[in-house]
Structure formats: structure tokens, C-alpha cells
Nanobody
Framework: QVQLVESGGGLVQAGGSLRLSCAAS????????MGWYRQAPGKQRELVATITSGGGTNYADSVKGRFTISGDNAKNTVYLQMNSLKPEDTAVYYC?????????WGQGTQVTVSS
């Protein structure tokens, strides 16, 4: 079992930055991968970025070059640094952890980007 607690969402103007944090209840080394997903109103949840236990990363095309996912093993925390934010980045952002065959989700944090 893994508990995930997200923080760092909020309201920001277009072009601004936010950093989301996801604190896990156990070592992120022990997980297959962690990731960030988002869901905008009326849309399906979509992948934003993932990071493996070995440090490999993957990004959605829409955020490449603007968002960076990273992990701090000492703090059992994964971060999502979001720069050059756009109104279309507005969504609830969810942290996910995979420990095959199980998948765990955080409660979500709202990110709103005003134009």
C-alpha cells in the first residue's frame, strides 16, 4: 500500500511557474515508477510525465520543454516543476505510483492558469 499526498497547486498567470510535490508513504526507490496526470473539466485524465526508479523520464508532447519531473529519494517525494504555464494547463493534477500490479493515486491538486 502507498499513500500519496500532493501539494503546490494554485492560481497563476499565464507564463508563470508552479512546483507540485507528491510525498509518498514509502521509498520511491521501491516503486516501479511515479507520474503526474491531469484532468481538465469535461476531459479524460491524461499523462503529463513519469519517472522510473532508475531516473528515466517521459513527458507528454504538450509539456515537453516546459515541465520537469524529478525525485528526491531521501524525502520520498516526486516533484513537477511547471514553467511557462498556459491556460490550457488548467486541470486537477494527480500523482500516481505504480508498484506492479498495483497502482495508487493521490487526491489531486488544482492548478489554474489565468490568461
Amino acid at each position: 500500500q502507498v499513500q500519496l499526498v500532493e501539494s503546490g497547486g494554485g492560481l497563476v498567470q499565464a507564463g508563470g511557474s508552479l512546483r507540485l510535490s507528491c510525498a509518498a508513504s514509502r521509498s520511491i526507490f521501491s516503486l516501479n515508477f511515479m507520474g503526474w496526470y491531469r484532468q481538465a473539466p469535461g476531459k479524460q485524465r491524461e499523462l503529463v510525465a513519469t519517472i522510473t526508479s532508475g531516473g528515466g523520464t517521459n513527458y507528454a508532447d504538450s509539456v515537453k520543454g516546459r515541465f520537469t519531473i524529478s525525485g528526491d529519494n531521501a524525502k520520498n517525494t516526486v516533484y513537477l516543476q511547471m514553467n511557462s504555464l498556459k491556460p490550457e494547463d488548467t486541470a486537477v493534477y494527480y500523482c500516481n505510483a505504480a508498484s506492479f500490479p498495483n497502482s495508487y493515486w493521490g487526491q489531486g491538486t488544482q492548478v489554474t492558469v489565468s490568461s
